[in-house]
């Protein structure tokens, strides 16, 4: 069974950073691209990054870019995104999702993880 | 960027009837659009992708159909388990993607 999961949500200022994480089980995580999708308070889903099955291609939304940085570690089987500078229009729950070889669309998401942005 | 606009934003239908929406793409998007649905409280989940390839485990009664600009999601008889929030989302612009703002359908 396909399993996302991150961790590393919270509060933090704006200005401050933060990390989140995603492990994944029960696929060949290698093999696949990986996303984060956040979703505001009450609001619709937002494409935040993705990145190349061997980390070698990364691309970001334009608001985030430079301050966000997704990455993964294939031997643990882990997607990460470092977050710098945030902004209050961060908050939001963040999910790590697989895409669907050969169509960026997300087959397998996780349970999301909460980052608040608040001073 | 290519802009996705779903109608109705709120649908009230009773069980057991069809109900169809509408996604519709600023410019064409050829058949890169997805569809999920996402209930309170959960992650969405990927109904459909490449527009009409339902994903798996998907059951036979939801549909999607259209190409370019307008796309349809069809749930043939709706059931208790169908009331959520349903979004379209096109990749047309790889690896850049946008969602719709969501249609909530709700028991009327």
């Known amino acids: 069974e396909v399993q996302l999961a991150e961790s590393g949500g919270g509060l933090v200022q704006p200005g401050g950073s933060l990390r989140l994480s995603c492990a994944a089980s029960g696929f060949t995580f290698s093999t696949y691209w990986m996303a984060w999708v956040r979703q505001a308070p009450g609001k619709g889903l937002e494409w935040v990054a993705n990145i190349k099955e061997d980390g070698g291609e990364r691309f970001y939304l334009d608001s985030v870019r430079g301050r966000f940085t997704i990455s993964r570690d294939n031997a643990k089987n882990s997607l990460s995104l470092q977050m710098n500078s945030l902004r209050v229009e961060d908050t939001a729950i963040y999910y790590c999702?697989?895409?669907?070889?050969?169509?960026?669309?997300?087959?397998?998401w996780g349970q999301g993880a909460l980052v608040t942005v608040s001073s | 960027e290519i802009v996705m606009t779903q109608s109705p934003a709120t649908l009230s239908v009773s069980p057991g009837e069809r109900v169809t929406l509408s996604c519709r793409a600023s410019?064409?998007?050829?058949?890169?659009l997805a569809w999920y649905q996402q209930k309170p409280g959960q992650a969405p989940r990927l109904l459909i992708y490449g527009a009409s390839t339902r994903a798996t485990g998907i059951t036979a009664r939801i549909s999607g159909s259209g190409s370019g600009t307008e796309f349809t999601l069809t749930i043939s008889s709706l059931q208790s388990e169908d009331f959520a929030v349903y979004y379209c989302q096109h990749y047309k612009d790889w690896p850049r993607v946008t969602f719709g703002g969501g249609t909530k359908v709700e028991i009327k």
């Open positions: 410019q064409s998007v050829s058949s890169n």
């Open positions: 999702a697989r895409e669907v070889p050969g169509a960026t669309a997300y087959d397998s």
